[in-house]
């Protein structure tokens, strides 16, 4: 995100630019990170506690040693997410799932949600309720995730229905393609085709699961189809 971007959004939401520049001095920074955390509604120790479990899950090589850096990397993001709709408990959230997101270029970032939205018409709140059920998605980059777009799309799915199965399931980005490829065939067969679209469920069931439990309904005298 470039600083104008970035000063809009503090502006947005009533925060001093100024007071960014603070952490620039090391002996200001830990005070000014905690000033800033607060105004913004966060508990400052919570933070710190994800700030550990951040560097905990990176390599030696990936560890922001400086921590002004590392905190204009945080701030950055928690107001990011801020501008793309989400409240203090959902961003945290996001944030304690997985916290390598921080030094991720936000620019970046914001340029693929933008090609997301232009190229594949994803709305704001598609792409909201997408990163709410699947962080990861922040993650992936373009290629990937046109390249598994274009994966689905080969199984016989529009472009429609693929977006329709990636809101209801975006965790589809990052499932092995046999596995997919394994389910949707299974589906297939018992005449379920474009199951993805209905339910998440189909998604996450294991195939010998999944037909366990359509053997019980069938068994039961439950008619099974997509409009049930």
Not at 7 to 27: A, R, W
Not at 82 to 111: A, H, M, R
Not at 151 to 170: A, D, F, H, N, R
Not at 187 to 205: A, P
């Amino acid at each position: 995100m470039s600083n104008n971007l970035f000063k809009k959004i503090m502006t947005n939401f009533n925060y001093n630019y100024d007071d960014i520049t603070s952490l620039n001095n090391p002996l200001e920074c830990e005070d000014a990170f905690n000033k800033l955390i607060t105004n913004m509604g966060y508990n400052y120790d919570v933070i710190k506690a994800v700030i550990i479990l951040l560097n905990d899950k990176l390599s030696n090589d990936k560890v922001v040693k400086d921590n002004s850096v590392l905190y204009l990397s945080i701030i950055k993001f928690l107001m990011y997410m801020k501008s793309l709709g989400f409240d203090n408990n959902e961003v945290l959230k996001i944030f304690k799932i997985y916290p390598q997101l921080v030094i991720i270029n936000i620019e970046t970032l914001d340029s693929k949600l933008d090609e997301l939205s232009k190229r594949f018409g994803y709305t704001k709140d598609d792409l909201k309720n997408m990163i709410k059920r699947y962080p990861l998605l922040l993650a992936l980059n373009m290629e990937y995730i046109c390249q598994r777009i274009n994966e689905l799309t080969s199984l016989g799915y529009t472009q429609t229905q693929v977006k329709e199965m990636t809101i209801l399931s975006p965790g589809l980005f990052s499932l092995n393609m046999e596995n997919i490829i394994e389910k949707d065939s299974f589906y297939n067969v018992l005449g379920l085709k474009g199951i993805f679209t209905k339910s998440s469920d189909s998604v996450s069931f294991i195939v010998e699961l999944a037909y366990a439990r359509y053997m019980f309904l069938k068994w039961n005298g439950i008619e099974i189809n997509l409009d049930n």
